[in-house]
């Protein structure tokens, strides 16, 4: 056995998990609704090889050859990096039963069946009963990971975080987050009438793609669907997919959300060539065919080229003589400068996914102590829609009107996802320390100046994307901007929005 053999076995893994992400695409978006029983149990099939195959005697064998080739290499080889990764994620993986891995994968593909039904319907009764089970078993993976069960779920997609540690992250958000959305509310609001004007969804689509090709985002390497819940998903480098969800009376939603999951897009599209189906494009704790660091990581992207480019002024400035055009019945009567203020409106809404900047991270707030509650057994799903309400009422000031709009809103806990709303802030914090090291090099600022997205495409990449997760997040951290995870950056942003918004 040799590294060459353990990489022929991660390999073959991967190849199945990118064969999962393909079954789960397509169950996504264009499956017809009779298939949901028998991909839910192909999905089952395919997850349960690729955990047998990560915890089986071959890749042993395998880990333990390759470290007996690579007795002599230096403490910088990369394939040390690569077996030690393996292993790290083999003994997370090891300690979750077989059969609540192969429950797990069968119950997603018919838990977001049934939460489209539900969501359309308005039905939190109905789907109660397929939540709480996925509800319990996160709290036996929890349990069986060891030590704090919802800590232990975060950890699956932020190595190292922890309720505790957001807490503090948490509080240092509210203290500047809430005068901020005061003063911003308080003030004059600007036109935002032109927003719900009839726009063609084809329209929204070619501008936006125009857009996200403009970022970088490979069209050849790629495709856009309609999806219920947007979504990015990769099938190596070379097939990565993404999804958005447009309504014609609301042009910011399925654009923003649109040029987001471009943002994780890019990431995977640029991971290097020589880490494709490797350990560093290979998820083994999560089972899961992905190249970046972490999901926090991934989202500091996507909210990256959402926000610190999309939402910025000059962008508009740049775009909305093209928006214009695509749409000029439309937007006749309509300024770059109106366009932008309006797009940045700060407005607690319902939402999450369209959201502004400031309202975002209270969103996150109310589904991360939610979810700490339920990992507690302080909370069961039947309390979930009042204990929405009463957080939504607290953090936002709104009264929840339905069940649509509210606890069944996301499509996360269908999916089993429990553990990785937190990582959404944190990409939010990520994002603007590393922006702000990007944007120090003349060529980014001068690029993003005129409207060229390639100077900070190529930073990102040789900074972050090329190393797929061979690089973990607070590694990235040090390695980039010379410090760990800082909030102080992203409240910076937040701040100069807030005054440029009132200017």
């Known amino acids: 056995m040799t590294y060459a053999a353990f990489q022929f076995e991660i390999a073959r893994i991967n190849d199945v998990l990118s064969t999962v992400n393909l079954l789960s695409w397509d169950a996504r978006t264009v499956m017809p609704h009779g298939g949901v029983e028998t991909r839910g149990q192909q999905i089952a099939t395919l997850t349960s090889l690729a955990r047998d195959m990560a915890t089986g005697d071959t890749l042993r064998r395998a ?48 838990a977001h069946a049934a939460w489209v039904d539900a969501r359309a319907a308005n039905d939190f009764a109905g789907y109660a009963p397929l939540l709480s089970r996925m509800i319990a078993i996160q709290r036996e993976i929890g349990a069986a990971i060891g030590g704090n069960p ?3 779920l975060i950890g699956c997609y932020e190595p190292g975080m922890t309720m505790s540690k957001l807490h503090a992250i948490y509080g240092e958000l509210k203290l500047a987050l809430v005068p901020l959305i005061e003063r911003a509310t308080s003030a004059k609001q600007p036109r935002t009438d032109f927003l719900q004007r009839s726009y063609p969804v084809d329209g929204q689509k070619t501008f936006g793609l125009q857009v996200a090709t403009k970022m970088g985002y490979d069209l050849n390497r790629g495709r856009l669907d309609d999806t219920i819940h947007p979504f990015e998903i990769s099938f190596t480098r070379n097939d990565v997919r993404i999804t958005s969800r447009f309504r014609e009376n609301w042009l910011p939603g399925g654009m923003f959300a649109l040029w987001h999951e471009a943002g994780h897009g890019i990431y995977e599209q640029s991971i290097d060539p020589a880490f494709t189906r490797s350990i560093f494009a290979t998820d083994l704790i999560n089972l899961y065919a992905v190249g970046g660091a972490s999901f926090g990581m991934h989202e500091s992207q996507s909210r990256l080229w959402e926000n610190r480019v999309g939402r910025s002024e000059r962008f508009w400035q740049l775009h909305f003589p093209a928006l214009q055009a695509q749409f000029p019945d439309q937007l006749f009567d309509v300024t770059a400068r109106e366009f932008w203020l309006s797009v940045n409106q700060v407005r607690p809404d319902f939402i999450r996914v369209e959201a502004d900047e400031l309202t975002y991270d209270l969103h996150i707030i109310l589904r991360s102590e939610i979810e700490a509650g339920l990992m507690a057994g302080d909370l069961q799903v039947a309390d979930l829609p009042g ?45 603007s320390q590393i922006f702000h090291k990007a944007t120090a090099e003349h060529a980014v600022a001068e690029g993003l100046q005129n409207g060229d997205y390639l100077p900070l495409r190529s930073w990102l990449t040789d900074a972050v994307y ?7 997040p607070a590694e990235t951290l040090m390695r980039v901007v010379g410090s760990p995870l800082d909030t102080a950056p992203y409240i910076a942003d937040l701040t100069a929005k807030v005054a440029a918004l009132l200017t």
């Open 387 to 431: 204990v929405w309400a009463e957080k939504m009422k607290t953090y936002l000031g709104r009264d929840v009107p339905n069940y649509t709009v509210g606890v069944l809103q996301d499509v996360h806990w269908s999916q089993g996802y429990i553990g990785s709303f937190p990582t959404y802030t944190l990409g939010n914090i990520m994002a």
């Open 63 to 110: 880990l333990e050859g390759a470290k007996n080739e690579l007795a002599g290499a230096g403490a910088d080889d990369i394939r040390l990096r690569a077996l030690s990764q393996a292993e790290g994620e083999i003994d997370i993986l090891s300690r979750i039963p077989a059969q609540i891995i192969a429950e797990l994968a069968a119950l997603k593909n018919s």
């Open 150 to 152: 919802y800590d232990a």
């Open 466 to 472: 090329a190393h797929g997760r061979a690089s973990s």
